[in-house]
């Protein structure tokens, strides 16, 4: 024991003088805009981010890692008029994820900062057009001051359409007038080899995207489903990419108090315009929904709200679709438990990759709340589900600080509950849905969405239902397309719209 205590005493005397600034409490961060980008006395405004890795390698482009966030730390501030000599810093006390910089141990690292001016960094989850960012600067921990000029704007996606892509733009009176400005849907629509060729009507896909997409994203797959229609390896049918991306975040096609009449558009005015424009399918069994993550969950919740007008629904990997699991919390129990911590006081894990829990639904939401208010993934959540608050804004389900939840919030939220709306109204429901669900999931979901789906089964298996749900064994999120689920699916789709 005494051979101990001599031991912690040197270490402890070893702590105390070492010297200030061994961690980071004292780095910070002093951002310029180049005078290149200030001409005409331009000025910027938005959310300025510096990003800093540890990462031994030199890089060019520093992007923050879900599947790994110790290795990126993201500082973020308000800006406003950046430019002209006016900048901006941040210190060791900034918003920061996964830790504040201060805890950043002593070594050498690089930084880059970028300006978002648009606000969509939380969507994205990176840059995209017309962001300002820095060069990679590299710096050493003992250091006081990091300078960071904002010299280049990311460039806007290209997007080269192929010849049988149109890319539809309608106003929509219900949004416009909920909004008090214009509002437009957009989608892009693929059709097949033979549309030209004659005058027949086809079925139609709606598919809708997972949470960081828009429209445009699937354009780059539409080349090889437009390839396999001519093979015969997928039916002809017409294509329409829907957009779920607005302001908030994703707003699923669900009718909100904050991101309006998304779902009621929809279906009453959006796609009769496109059916007015393109050979289509006008008829419910020609009309076959699909989306994977939040697209999952937006074209279940469209068939579960409109189940007269469609034919039948392909959910892959949806978002929580019974909020007994909502990634882990169970948000019907009253009063309402932690968001963050089950009833062992153990973190609920959000993300995990390869057996691996990579990231706890904390650190998320911190990391989201250092991207910015608005558009990332829980507060989009709120954009759908919550009320609207006194400040107009989507109340918060829960303290990003304590994760203890709003019971008024968490109450409002139940009429977003898929297995809700399915148990309460399955008399209705249950006749129209017939041979109309079906849903499919890795077992290993990557953010645990498995676990609310095999909910929901148990109370598709009480309701007498007929939906057909599929589990891949050792799916994650990214996987389940593997070994061709999608022409699958298309197969099955066209089996509905055109049965023997």
Same mark, same amino acid.
């Given at each position: 024991?005494?051979?101990?205590?001599?031991?912690?005493?040197?270490?402890?005397?070893?702590?105390?003088?070492?010297?200030?600034?061994?961690?980071?409490?004292?780095?910070?961060?002093?951002?310029? @805009?180049?005078? *290149? %980008?200030? $001409?005409?006395?331009?000025?910027?405004?938005?959310? !300025?981010?510096?990003? /800093?890795?540890?990462? &031994?390698?030199?890089?060019?482009?520093?992007?923050?890692?879900?599947?790994?966030?110790?290795?990126?730390?993201?500082?973020?501030?308000?800006?406003?008029?950046?430019?002209?000599?006016?900048?901006?810093?941040?210190?060791?006390?900034?918003?920061?994820?996964?830790?504040?910089?201060?805890?950043?141990?002593?070594?050498?690292?690089?930084?880059?900062?970028?300006?978002?001016?648009?606000?969509?960094?939380?969507?994205?989850?990176?840059?995209?057009?017309?962001?300002?960012?820095?060069?990679?600067?590299?710096?050493?921990?003992?250091?006081?001051? @990091?300078?960071? *000029? %904002?010299? $280049?704007?990311?460039?806007?996606?290209?997007?080269? !359409?192929?010849?049988? /892509?149109?890319?539809? &733009?309608?106003?929509?009176?219900?949004?416009?007038?909920?909004?008090?400005?214009?509002?437009?849907?957009?989608?892009?629509?693929?059709?097949?080899?033979?549309?030209?060729?004659?005058?027949?009507?086809?079925?139609?896909?709606?598919?809708?995207?997972?949470?960081?997409?828009?429209?445009?994203?699937?354009?780059?797959?539409?080349?090889?489903?437009?390839?396999?229609?001519?093979?015969?390896?997928?039916?002809?049918?017409?294509?329409?990419?829907?957009?779920?991306?607005?302001?908030?975040?994703?707003?699923?096609?669900?009718?909100?108090?904050?991101?309006?009449?998304?779902?009621?558009?929809?279906?009453?005015?959006?796609?009769?315009? !496109?059916?007015?424009?393109?050979?289509?399918?006008?008829?419910?069994?020609?009309?076959?929904?699909?989306?994977?993550?939040?697209?999952?969950?937006?074209?279940?919740?469209?068939?579960?709200?409109?189940?007269?007008?469609?034919?039948?629904?392909?959910?892959?990997?949806?978002?929580?679709?019974?909020?007994?699991?909502?990634?882990?919390?169970?948000?019907?129990?009253?009063?309402?438990?932690?968001?963050?911590?089950?009833?062992?006081?153990?973190?609920?894990?959000?993300?995990?990759?390869?057996?691996?829990?990579?990231?706890?639904?904390?650190?998320?939401?911190?990391?989201?709340?250092?991207?910015?208010?608005?558009?990332?993934?829980?507060?989009?959540?709120?954009?759908?589900?919550?009320?609207?608050?006194?400040?107009?804004?989507?109340?918060?389900?829960?303290?990003?600080?304590?994760?203890?939840?709003?019971?008024?919030?968490?109450?409002?939220?139940?009429?977003?509950?898929?297995?809700?709306?399915?148990?309460?109204?399955?008399?209705?429901?249950?006749?129209?849905?017939?041979?109309?669900?079906?849903?499919?999931?890795?077992?290993?979901?990557?953010?645990?969405?498995?676990?609310?789906?095999?909910?929901?089964?148990?109370?598709?298996?009480?309701?007498?239902?007929?939906?057909?749900?599929?589990?891949?064994?050792?799916?994650?999120?990214?996987?389940?397309?593997?070994?061709?689920?999608?022409?699958?699916?298309?197969?099955?789709?066209?089996?509905?719209?055109?049965?023997?």
């Amino acid at each position: 024991m005494r051979v101990l205590g001599t031991q912690l005493n040197k270490i402890l005397l070893i702590f105390l003088f070492l010297p200030l600034g061994i961690f980071g409490e004292n780095v910070s961060f002093k951002i310029d @805009v180049d005078p *290149s %980008l200030t $001409k005409n006395n331009k000025t910027f405004s938005g959310r !300025l981010f510096v990003l /800093v890795s540890n990462s &031994k390698r030199s890089l060019d482009i520093i992007r923050p890692n879900f599947m790994n966030p110790r290795s990126v730390y993201v500082a973020a501030t308000e800006v406003s008029h950046l430019g002209k000599g006016r900048g901006a810093q941040l210190h060791s006390n900034a918003v920061c994820s996964p830790q504040m910089l201060s805890s950043l141990p002593a070594g050498e690292y690089q930084a880059m900062a970028v300006l978002d001016d648009d606000w969509n960094f939380s969507y994205h989850f990176n840059m995209d057009g017309g962001d300002l960012y820095s060069d990679v600067v590299r710096f050493t921990i003992p250091m006081q001051n @990091v300078a960071l *000029s %904002l010299k $280049k704007v990311a460039p806007y996606k290209k997007v080269s !359409l192929p010849l049988n /892509v149109n890319v539809v &733009k309608m106003e929509s009176k219900n949004l416009s007038k909920f909004w008090g400005r214009s509002v437009n849907m957009q989608a892009s629509v693929m059709l097949p080899p033979s549309y030209k060729k004659g005058d027949r009507k086809y079925p139609v896909v709606y598919d809708v995207h997972g949470f960081g997409g828009d429209h445009l994203h699937p354009i780059r797959n539409m080349r090889q489903f437009t390839k396999e229609m001519k093979s015969g390896e997928r039916p002809e049918m017409i294509y329409v990419f829907l957009n779920g991306h607005c302001p908030l975040g994703h707003h699923v096609f669900a009718d909100s108090a904050n991101n309006g009449p998304w779902g009621t558009a929809l279906v009453e005015e959006f796609i009769p315009h !496109l059916e007015s424009k393109f050979r289509m399918d006008a008829r419910p069994q020609g009309r076959l929904l699909t989306g994977h993550s939040s697209g999952g969950w937006s074209t279940l919740w469209i068939m579960i709200t409109h189940p007269d007008f469609f034919g039948g629904v392909w959910s892959t990997a949806p978002d929580p679709v019974d909020f007994r699991n909502f990634t882990g919390p169970d948000l019907s129990h009253y009063p309402p438990r932690n968001m963050y911590k089950n009833e062992q006081g153990k973190d609920y894990n959000l993300v995990r990759f390869g057996g691996r829990e990579v990231m706890s639904l904390k650190q998320f939401v911190i990391q989201e709340r250092a991207f910015g208010r608005f558009g990332g993934q829980f507060a989009s959540f709120e954009a759908v589900f919550s009320p609207k608050g006194k400040d107009g804004q989507p109340m918060p389900l829960f303290c990003r600080d304590t994760g203890i939840i709003d019971p008024v919030v968490q109450k409002s939220w139940e009429k977003y509950d898929i297995a809700v709306v399915l148990r309460k109204n399955w008399e209705k429901l249950g006749p129209k849905l017939h041979g109309k669900i079906r849903i499919i999931i890795g077992t290993e979901d990557t953010f645990h969405l498995n676990e609310a789906v095999v909910l929901l089964e148990e109370v598709l298996k009480e309701l007498k239902s007929d939906a057909v749900i599929q589990y891949i064994e050792g799916g994650d999120h990214f996987n389940i397309y593997r070994n061709g689920l999608a022409n699958r699916i298309a197969r099955e789709m066209y089996s509905v719209a055109r049965p023997k």
